[in-house]
């Protein structure tokens, strides 16, 4: 049977295949020679089992993810449900700059708004993405309008403490000042909305946030 590969990394390849009839998105990971087989096993079925665990209670929680179809441990794939019209926010961003010139901004408000309290829902129910990009959130095409659905659940984890939240946070600053530097107000816009809907440790997790982003200022004038 052939495959139709969408996209292969340093930590596996996407393609497109079927579980139990449904068209379905399989996520294979590979083995890293450079380490142990016992670890890589182990290592490589944490991530899957993170991946699953996550995408199961962001769905219970009310926030957009893939339905995991099966999760097959021992060939190191993840099936799950694939969203054939979607682009990533990445993509989303670019194409509507590029589109809309300056009158961008008003759309990508927009987008940033669903962002962010996404992420705040997240957070209130203590789930730590653990690599939050805009290659890893998805804009789905829905009636005449759009959802947010967050992917790539590898490194994430169940966690109450404000500190992996803040450190959450950051990473994805990092990743927009990086991605979109031209557009510097969207990780304001993404904290605002987040502010609104990561609950009542809200305040905690901002001082981590800001401490963690000094420590990251300090190793950067540093370095």
Same mark, same amino acid.
């Given at each position: ?8 990394g340093?930590?596996?390849?996407? !393609? ?20 142990? &087989? ?17 995408s199961?209670r ?7 993810? &893939? ?5 097959? =441990?021992?060939?190191?794939k ?24 300056d ?7 927009? =987008? ?28 789905n &095409?829905?009636?005449?309008? !759009? ?10 984890? !169940?966690?109450q403490a ?9 990473v ?11 557009? &510097? !107000? ?8 987040y ?28 370095g």
């Open positions: 049977m052939s495959l139709d590969i969408l996209k292969q340093a930590e596996g390849r996407l !393609y497109l295949g079927k579980f139990k009839g449904e068209s379905c998105l399989i996520k294979e990971r590979f083995v890293k020679k450079y380490r142990h &087989p016992e670890l890589d096993t182990q290592i490589t079925r944490q991530r899957m089992k993170a991946e699953a665990k996550a199961g962001c769905l219970a929680a009310g926030i957009r993810a &893939p339905r995991i179809l099966h999760l097959d =441990l021992n060939q190191h993840l099936y799950m449900e694939y969203f054939a019209q979607a682009k990533t926010a990445k993509q989303f961003i670019q194409e509507t700059v590029a589109s809309n010139g009158s961008s901004e008003s759309v990508l408000m927009e =987008l940033c708004s669903r962002i962010g309290s996404t992420i705040g829902k997240m957070h209130s129910n203590h789930i730590i993405h653990g690599d939050l990009t805009t290659s890893n959130i998805l804009i &095409p829905k009636d005449a309008d !759009y959802e947010v659905v967050f992917i790539d659940f590898g490194l994430s984890h !169940y966690n404000s500190e992996d939240k803040g450190v959450d946070l950051y994805l600053e990092r990743a927009l000042l990086s991605t979109h530097s031209e557009q &510097p !107000y969207l990780f304001d816009a993404i904290l605002k909305a502010s609104k809907d990561s609950g009542k440790d809200q305040d905690a997790v901002m001082i981590k946030f800001e401490e963690v982003r000094a420590r990251g200022r300090k190793r950067t004038m540093i």
